[in-house]
């Protein structure tokens, strides 16, 4: 069974730090890049960041460029995401996802996982 279970969300003020995990099994993770994406209250999703576990490239958005930080862990099949300088903008619930091979834009995911929660409080 394909899993992803996506943790480390809560509460931060603004300027302040998380650290996002997302732990996959069921499939072969080397061969997969994992994204991270974000839904606000009332906006559609948008892709934050992604890692290739298999050609090891890496994508992020404009907004969090210089403040987020992704990486892979392939012993532990878990991918982060280190955020920094969190805006209240940013409060969304943050989801990861996989994809074969690289990233690739992020619209033909193949596995989806529950979201966290990230409230940035001003």
């Known amino acids: 069974e394909v899993q992803l279970q996506a943790s480390g969300g809560g509460l931060v003020q603004a300027g302040g730090s998380l650290r996002l995990s997302c732990a996959a099994s069921?499939?072969?993770?080397?061969?997969?890049?994992i994204g991270w994406f974000r839904q606000a209250p009332g906006k559609g999703r948008e892709r934050v960041s992604c890692?290739?576990?298999?050609?090891?490239?890496?994508y992020y958005a404009n907004s969090v460029k210089g403040r987020f930080t992704i990486s892979s862990d392939l012993a532990k099949n878990t991918v982060y995401l280190r955020m920094n300088s969190l805006k209240p903008e940013e409060t969304a619930v943050y989801y990861c996802?996989?994809?074969?091979?690289?990233?690739?834009?992020?619209?033909?995911?193949?596995?989806w996982g529950k979201g966290t929660l990230v409230t940035v409080s001003s």
């Open positions: 996802a996989a994809e074969k091979y690289s990233c690739n834009g992020g619209y033909g995911m193949d596995y």
């Open positions: 069921g499939f072969t993770f080397d061969d997969y890049a």
């Open positions: 890692i290739s576990n298999y050609d090891g490239s890496t």
